[in-house]
């Protein structure tokens, strides 16, 4: 785990917490608190009361993760809300099907937030339309994914609108291979869902069945037991060493997906691994 990061801000807001939902908006800021994106911002009534007026000012950009009305759906309250102070952000998303979206970006493509850099890495499989945002402030090189519902910690989104393969290229190349393993430690994972128990529940139960089997999962199962927040906690250095959708090479996963001899290729232990997740 890192230090406080010090030159981004992220302000989590959680959203159905108390009808006993789990979705996170998410107020990404400058060092100096002057220019913000607002994530997924799909509750307007609980996502509005946690902004102050100078949160609210410094809004440049609505972005979405997908289009699922859990994360796009407050779009159009937000930005009417918004209007009446006179303050008009665009709206990034990974299609048209989000409501009242200005603009679509190519996979990795650039966004400038004051000093901090965004790339939207398009990562399609849960649905078609998936956009993770890859933050860096290039002075202290700290880092954020906001991952929407691709990569949960220790756990992936459902296949809604993709296959197995997509999932691979989504978690393994363009957000591992092309965030790259230099940087994996010095980047925060912020998911759209706070899932991690449950994701825990499940590694434990099908794929590390036994302590020290991996020592880097033993560790998140007890801080998620521990804490009804994990968001921010983890790094994609994290992941890669416990989320069972990010090891699909090592030999334990294999096992637990039944391919005991290694034979299979990634595709069909990514498959068979989300499978055995959709009916816990
Ligand atoms: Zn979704």
Known sequence: MLRQLRSMHVKAIKMGWLAGGDNYCYLLST?????????DPAE?????????????????FI????????????NTGMLAALRKENIVPRVIAGSRIS????????????????????????TPCHTQDSVCYHVKDPETNEQALFSGDTLFTAGCGRFFEGNAQEMDVALNKRILQGIGESNWSLTRVYPGHEYTKGNAKFVRKAVYLNPKENEHF???????S????????FTLADEAQFNPFMRLDDPIVRK???DSDGSWNRVQVMDRLRKLKNVM
């Open 31 to 39: 060092q100096d608190k002057t220019k913000s994106w607002l994530i």
């Open 44 to 60: 307007v009534y609980e996502v509005l009361p946690s902004l102050d007026s100078n949160e609210k000012k410094s809004i440049e």
């Open 63 to 74: 972005a979405n993760t997908h289009h699922h009305y859990d994360h796009a759906g407050g």
């Open 99 to 122: 409501p009242s979206a200005t603009d679509v970006p190519e996979h990795q493509e650039k966004f400038k937030l004051g000093n901090l850099l965004i790339s939207c890495i398009r």
């Open 218 to 224: 033993d560790a998140l199962e007890k801080f998620a």
């Open 226 to 233: 521990e804490n009804a927040e994990t968001t921010g906690k």
């Open 256 to 258: 637990a997906v039944g």
